[in-house]
């Protein structure tokens, strides 16, 4: 079966975007690869085409997670801030200037 991806574009600016993914399916760098095929390459991802001169790492962090547990079957949420430097990476971006380009879209990738 074929990998898919639901992504929005929450923020644009002319350095970078801002996007939320969502997985649909569970491939091996499957959000770095849909991304790169449409032409938004994750910031420092150095495999697909992201600049690395923005970014020492690969800009990508799961701010929530929801899968059943294993062993009883319960649907477990879990939440997490994005760390500190892509906060400040976040930040670098906005203060560059430039309106927000885009509102919110949506978009399926596969």
């Given at each position: ?85 892509f ?12 309106p ?11």
């Amino acid at each position: 079966s074929r990998a898919v991806t639901e992504f929005a574009v929450l923020e644009a600016r002319p350095r970078g975007l801002l996007v939320e993914a969502r997985p649909r399916t569970g491939r091996k760098h499957q959000i770095r690869i849909h991304l790169a095929q449409a032409g938004m390459p994750i910031l420092g991802d150095t495999r697909y085409g992201g600049d690395t001169a923005a970014a020492p790492r690969v800009m990508l962090h799961a701010a929530r997670l929801t899968l059943r547990h294993p062993l009883t079957g319960v649907q477990l949420s879990v939440t997490s801030p994005p760390p500190a430097d892509f906060r400040a990476l976040l930040e670098r971006l906005r203060s560059k200037g430039g309106p927000d380009a885009a509102p919110r879209r949506r978009r399926r990738a596969r």
